[in-house]
């Protein structure tokens, strides 16, 4: 019982949802969300057709002459609105009020009201606006095209009764036989300054711009919609007499315009076969919908899950300390495939640092035992040197003793740690009793110095300056001809500690000057021990961004450029 009791807890373990693999959960969801869904619906259709077809039929065509209606409505409201701008025009009026007494003056008028109005309505346009009119009583006036016969009494009636409103009327290629309606009339009365009558104005419109409308709004071959007035139908099919006897849903709606109506009619069975279409082909989306969760989820597999897996290894053997060579790149969502070559750089770049750090380390310990091994040397000069001083005190020579004391602090300043840092005032001191040793032996050169008094107290590695001291001294001064100076200069710019060792030697030729800087770029010595010490000391203890760099002409002199951090005193290295 014991044996079966674990059995079974082992078997509940494995249904655990956070045990499931992402294969089983995707097929867990393609059910309830593809599936369920489309069967569900596909009932419920069948159920409810019987009954809301009548009523989605019915609300299905007042949706259409609603619309219809509003499209109609807009593009009169539209119309209306240009008229009734150009009736306001101050320009056009003004134009219209001239007096004219022969036929010239009437076509200058014409040539001045055809730029008043052509801008205001666009343009003539023969599938839109066709023209417009001015009846008025110094002539009429026509821009663009004017079908029909002139208004006859009957219609001047009309738009006088409307007192300035719009009044639609229609021109029909045949009045006498009931022609089909070419364009419409948009009319209203002239009024003077005194709101008087004194004329007539209509625009021309294409009746295709109403007809389109209600083509756009057809549904079918068994549907109509036709636009009727108190004259009759205006545009659409007239109902034939073959067609009575058909089953139809007659809608009308007014658009509040001359007595116009929108009046439409609907076969129903012609609805209920859009229904019947509706069901089969929510029929084959359920289908679709199957078929494209079944591709769905395989693409998910192999487009997320199967890479996310191939991730999670490349992190364990990353982790494990495997090189990043044996790290696998894979095809996947893009996502997924960024994160992994991002991973694989990451771990290129620790891989490196690693490196480089063990680098670092064995050149640290490298030049601590040159340091170690070198210091027996100064101590035994050192104790040398206090003896021949006491020598030359007793025998009175005072440059003798001057010269011991200065190599007696360089010795001493040496004998500490080289990697303690000191201010630059303090290294300023020692460099001026190297500089008392050097001019024994050069003694054509004058050494100065410098400083901002910002930058005195902030430290600096021992003996960063000597190497580039000799240099100029040995390298530069040694062979003029003329009286030498080395000028030392620091201050704090950009975020750096600056420092610049100037001389007025002999200068570097061009191409020697570029060996140089290339050696010192690659951490070859060769001939440039000193400046190649101070490079790699800088770059160990500061770091990449800090170094030097060396400028010369031949002839005028040479310039080295130390760029340091700026450390207050007593403040930690910043690389440590």
């Known amino acids: 019982m014991k044996i079966t009791f674990q059995k079974l807890n082992g078997l509940l373990a494995k249904w655990k949802w956070n045990r499931w693999s992402m294969r089983r959960k995707l097929l867990v969801f393609y059910l309830p969300l593809f599936v369920l869904p489309s069967v569900i619906g596909l009932s419920l259709l069948a159920k409810s057709y019987n009954t809301a077809t009548k009523e989605n039929a019915t609300a299905y065509s007042t949706t259409i002459v609603n619309l219809t209606a509003d499209k109609l409505n807009s593009e009169i409201a539209i119309l209306n609105s240009l008229s009734l701008q150009i009736l306001n025009s101050s320009e056009v009026i003004s134009t219209l009020s001239a007096s004219s007494s022969n036929e010239f003056e009437k076509l200058e008028i014409q040539r001045s009201l055809e730029q008043k109005v052509l801008p205001i309505i666009g343009g003539i346009d023969k599938d839109r606006i066709m023209g417009c009119v001015f009846m008025m009583p110094n002539g009429s006036f026509v821009i663009g095209q004017n079908p029909g016969s002139e208004l006859d009494i009957v219609s001047k009636n009309e738009i006088r009764s409307k007192n300035g409103a719009p009044y639609w009327s229609s021109v029909k290629d045949d009045p006498q036989e009931n022609g089909e309606v070419r364009a419409f009339r948009l009319s209203r009365v002239w009024k003077d300054d005194a709101f008087r009558p004194v004329g007539t104005f209509y625009l021309i419109v294409n009746a295709d711009v109403f007809r389109d409308i209600l083509k756009s709004a057809m549904t079918g071959s068994n549907s109509r919609l036709e636009l009727a007035g108190t004259e009759g139908v205006l545009l659409g099919e007239q109902v034939q007499e073959s067609n009575a006897s058909l089953q139809t849903i007659r809608l009308a709606k007014s ?313 207050e005193k007593r403040e930690a290295n910043p690389n440590v």
């Open 255 to 567: 658009l509040g315009i001359n007595n116009w109506t929108l009046d439409a009619y609907f076969a129903p069975h012609s609805l209920y076969s859009t229904v019947y279409r509706m069901s089969t082909f929510a029929a084959w989306l359920a289908v679709g919908c199957i078929l494209l969760g079944i591709v769905a989820s395989q693409i998910i597999r192999s487009d997320v899950a199967v890479p996310i897996h191939k991730l999670m290894t490349n992190m364990r053997l990353g982790l494990k300390g495997h090189p990043p060579k044996s790290l696998r790149k894979f095809n996947g969502a893009r996502e997924i495939t960024e994160l992994n070559d991002t991973f694989i750089s990451v771990m290129y770049e620790i891989y490196n640092l690693v490196e480089e750090v063990k680098k670092s380390e064995g050149r640290k310990r490298e030049a601590q035992l040159k340091v170690l091994q070198n210091q027996l040397s100064p101590h035994f000069m050192y104790n040398t040197l206090n003896s021949i001083r006491w020598m030359a005190m007793i025998r009175k020579q005072d440059h003798i003793r001057e010269m011991v004391d200065a190599l007696s602090n360089l010795l001493r300043y040496s004998i500490r740690d080289t990697d303690e840092l000191v201010s630059l005032e303090e290294e300023l001191d020692v460099m001026r009793n190297f500089v008392k040793i050097q001019q024994v032996r050069y003694q054509n050169f004058a050494f100065a110095v410098e400083l901002d008094d910002a930058v005195r107290e902030h430290r600096l590695l021992k003996f960063l300056l000597q190497p580039l001291l000799e240099n100029a001294i040995i390298h530069g001064l040694s062979a003029i001809h003329h009286a030498g100076e080395i000028r030392i200069e620091a201050t704090r710019d950009a975020g750096y500690l600056r420092i610049w060792i100037k001389d007025n030697g002999i200068g570097i030729p061009p191409d020697r000057l570029n060996r140089i800087r290339e050696d010192i770029r690659t951490g070859n010595p060769n001939n440039h021990i000193g400046l190649s010490n101070v490079k790699e000391r800088i770059e160990l203890h500061y770091g990449p961004p800090y170094g030097l760099d060396i400028a010369s002409r031949q002839g005028e002199g040479t310039l080295v450029e130390l760029r340091l951090p700026l450390l």
